[in-house]
T-cell receptor, first 115, second 113 residues
């Protein structure tokens, strides 16, 4: 079945450590996105990529980094510079702005907790 | 004014009730509107798009009021399985990428037996 796979589902990190969250999709989608969700809050865009080897900062990119070396993969690194990294991270994809339907396909999310 | 605002709820309703959620948006140039559903500790999923003429999908009806800059979602004959958080989503700029998608904080619905 096609879909988006995020891993790990749960992750614990010590302060000062970088962690990388994996996001893989086999939907042949061009565009991929990373969102952060805090309790009682809406989704906030961290980074997005519309094509391979290109990505754009979202509203809250500070302390995060991404890469898009393959169409299927869009990993997110939460660096030690991110002041409050404990959150629910959601990866999403869509077929691209030229075929935009408003539907984002989300992975099941990764819960990061900083100890 | 926030870009997208929703009443956080929770809305606690009995089974069979009709419940309505509103969502207001600040950018009058916004062109596309959607409702997503998010179950507890799960990812959001598209429930329905909102068209200018209004649209219906079974027990769900979505409407858009451009003059007042709000969209609504009506759920008739509520089921226990409707319990979730409903997210209002707005596209800021026409023709823009989904980097311009703005999510509301969501309205929590709890349907009781």
């Amino acid at each position: 079945d096609g879909g988006i796979t995020q891993s790990p589902k749960y992750l614990f990190r010590k302060e000062g450590q970088n962690v990388t969250l994996s996001c893989e999709q086999n939907l042949n989608h061009d565009a991929m996105y990373w969102y952060r969700q805090d309790p009682g809050q809406g989704l906030r865009l961290i980074y997005y990529s519309q094509i391979v080897n290109d990505f754009q900062k979202g509203d809250i990119a500070e302390g995060y980094s991404v890469s898009r070396e393959k169409k299927e993969s869009f990993p997110l690194t939460v660096t030690s510079a991110q002041k409050n990294p404990t959150a629910f991270y959601l990866c999403a994809s869509t077929s691209g702005p030229d075929r935009y339907t408003g539907e984002l396909f989300f992975g099941e999310g990764s819960r990061l907790t900083v100890l | 004014r926030k870009e997208v605002e929703q009443d956080p709820g929770p809305f606690n309703v009995p089974e069979g009730a009709t419940v309505a959620f509103n969502c207001t948006y600040s950018n009058s140039a916004s062109q596309s509107f959607f409702w997503y559903r998010q179950d507890c500790r799960k990812e959001p999923k598209l429930l329905m798009s909102v068209y200018s003429s209004g649209n219906e999908d079974g027990r769900f009806t979505a409407q858009l009021n451009r003059a007042s800059q709000y969209i609504s979602l009506l759920i008739r004959d509520s089921k226990l399985s409707d319990s979730a958080t409903y997210l209002c989503v707005v596209i800021k700029n026409y023709g823009g990428s989904q980097g311009n998608l703005i999510f509301g904080k969501g309205t929590k619905l709890s349907v009781k037996p």
